[in-house]
């Protein structure tokens, strides 16, 4: 069964610190893996997914097969980075996302 | 519209009354999704739409919910008899194709007293 796991529901850091937000999967297939945000009052977006091997806004998420994870990190977090954090998995059939119950991250000054 | 627009924003129903949720989607696009978001939860699916065919439906919790895609463009979710167990907010989502990147609404909240 797809199954999208968050294990941190709040994740706190200070400006300037690493951030690193925890999300592993099960599939039996080859799913696409995303990362989406909700910042506050803001309809959920798009903020990366695994095929393009992009960095945005500073956050980079690489596919771990062998782990079954995708965890999204940042090297200096920003207090503007503080939102809410989904993780998706889309596997072959129709294009349903399965999310993750998402991390609530917040950046203190 | 510049993005999927969704209507009401907020919506309180009795128990036991019909609601319907209204999606329009980005012009063009041939896929809707609906999921529907508990309070703490991250969104689950509820149906599938490309075009007017509902392709997949197997999300949707009871045969009290309903949702159509008419003419392949505005979809509208409908729930009957309400119970305070569907009070959620209700996200539409549409995209070029399935695989393609899915563009969210900003959601109904829906709230069964």
């Known amino acids: 069964a797809q199954r999208v796991t968050q294990p941190e529901k709040l994740l706190s850091v200070f400006k300037g610190a690493p951030v690193e937000l925890k999300c592993n999967y099960s599939?039996?297939?080859?799913?696409?893996l995303f990362w989406y945000v909700q910042y506050s009052r803001q309809r959920l977006q798009l903020l990366l997914r695994h095929i393009s091997r992009e960095s945005i806004k500073g956050f980079t998420a690489d596919l771990n097969k062998g782990e079954t994870s995708f965890h999204l990190k940042k090297p200096f977090a920003q207090e503007e980075d503080s939102a809410m954090y989904y993780c998706a998995l889309r596997g072959s059939t129709l294009g349903r996302l399965y999310f993750g119950r998402g991390t609530q991250l917040t950046v203190w000054p | 519209g510049a993005g999927v627009s969704q209507s009401p924003r907020y919506k309180v129903a009795k128990r036991g009354q019909d609601v319907a949720l209204r999606c329009d989607p980005i012009s063009g696009h041939v896929s809707l999704f609906w999921y529907q978001q508990a309070l703490g939860q991250g969104p689950e699916f509820l149906t599938y739409?490309?075009?007017?065919?509902?392709?997949?439906k197997s999300g949707l919790p009871s045969d009290r919910f309903f949702a159509e895609r008419p003419e392949g463009s505005v979809s509208t979710l409908k729930i009957q008899r309400t119970q305070k167990e569907d009070s959620a907010v209700y996200l539409c989502?549409?995209?070029?194709?399935?695989?393609?990147?899915?563009?969210f609404g900003q959601g109904t909240r829906l709230t069964v007293v």
């Open positions: 599939y039996s297939g080859s799913p696409e």
């Open positions: 739409f490309q075009n007017e065919a509902q392709l997949d």
């Open positions: 989502a549409s995209s070029l194709g399935k695989n393609a990147e899915a563009f």
